[in-house]
């Protein structure tokens, strides 16, 4: 059996870990590396550090099928509802623009590291560590030799990177010498927006005054976006307290791209009481920097794979070979696996 590593626990790798386990359970055996605590990358979901039932959603908010997608991907769609994992957003977002007829959007009551979570959970048997950052990835004849920080390198037949694109670049070994010149060209033309996000978390039977349940901010040159957490997911509950995220605008993600969480966590902060005066003060308060927030210039022409190397086999994986969405992510794991399948 083939041991493939799949560095990267988000959507992309999780849903690529699936398919692999579903479709060749007795030619690979699945690793999966992340560098974080937990498994989502950008669908990320994060805890109130006093009541573990108390969720904020800090990165993806709510998923759009466009009718071509929802189409080419209904089993993955259909699936995720039949598990209760995605359903339909029935409040409003204020200042939404529906930018095409016939989208369907969809919540996750669970929040949105659930769908990562599924993934990885339907690739049962998949060996899924975390605070495993790597640094190293070096051809060691018909194998790849792979290091991280504070561990002992390991050995795989053919390696899966899904992290964004710039921290492909960053690998040190042998992936920069072995990278074809046009190849690094396109990786290096991709380029994504940065922001920040805060989660904000209550105590019961707090009153949050929002006519809303999300929000697209308009007049403001550091807040873009505002959600009522749980109200967005219809998951209130009286023995819960409420939960909020914003997300800044990019040019404030990128204006204050190097400083320290504690020193932008304030400016956000007193923007947001600007904007709404009679917020109550949150119990807690989670800061998170998103560097790679969304693809803004993606891999000439979306092939949704890169494969560096054929034999041992290292491919590229992500939202930088499509777009930043769900369906951008579920097209890059089909293709991916595509060239698994070809090479195990």
């Known amino acids: 059996m083939s041991r493939v590593l799949i560095i990267g626990a988000g959507l992309t790798g999780s849903v690529c870990a699936c398919l692999l386990r579903r479709e060749l359970p007795q030619k690979c055996k699945i690793v999966v590396w992340d560098k974080s605590r937990g498994a989502g990358g950008r669908m990320s979901t994060s805890r109130s550090p006093t009541d573990p039932a108390c969720t904020v959603d800090l990165g993806a908010q709510y998923i759009t099928a466009t009718p071509y997608y929802a189409r080419i991907h209904q089993s993955f ?10 359903t339909p957003l029935v409040t409003s977002v204020e200042g939404m623009a529906s930018k095409e007829e016939g989208l369907k959007n969809y919540v996750t009551p669970k929040g949105v590291s659930s769908i990562v979570k599924h993934y990885l959970k339907e690739s049962a048997g998949a060996e899924v560590f975390f605070d495993r950052h790597v640094t190293h990835v070096y051809r060691r004849g018909a194998c790849w030799e792979v290091c991280r920080k504070n561990g002992e390198p390991e050995q795989f037949d053919a390696v899966v990177l899904t992290m964004p694109v710039p921290q492909i670049l960053q690998l040190q070994g042998d992936v920069g010498s072995l990278m074809a010149d046009p190849q690094r060209e396109q990786l290096e033309a991709v380029s994504y927006s940065s922001r920040y996000a805060l989660g904000l978390f209550y105590p ?3 009153h949050i005054p929002a006519p809303w349940a999300a929000k697209y901010v308009s007049n403001s040159p550091c807040i873009r976006f505002i959600a009522v957490d749980d109200k967005k997911r219809h998951t209130e509950s009286p023995d819960c307290g409420p939960s909020m995220v ?3 605008s990019v040019p404030f993600g990128v204006q204050h791209l190097e400083a320290e969480k504690e020193q932008v966590q304030p400016l956000i902060m007193q923007e947001l009481q600007r904007l709404m005066p009679h917020l109550p003060q949150p119990a807690s308060i989670k800061c ?3 560097r790679y927030s969304q693809v803004t210039r993606s891999v000439a022409d979306c092939p949704g794979q890169m494969t560096l190397f054929s034999q041992p086999l290292l491919v590229c994986g992500g939202d930088g070979f499509t777009h930043s969405n769900f369906d951008g992510c579920v097209e890059s794991a089909l293709k991916v696996f595509e060239v698994l399948k070809s090479s195990l």
Do not use: D
Not at 77 to 86: P, R
């Open 77 to 86: 769609y259909e699936e995720l509802q039949a598990q209760g994992i995605l």
């Open 204 to 206: 019961p039977h707090t």
């Open 246 to 248: 914003v997300h800044t």
């Open 288 to 290: 998170q920097k998103w």
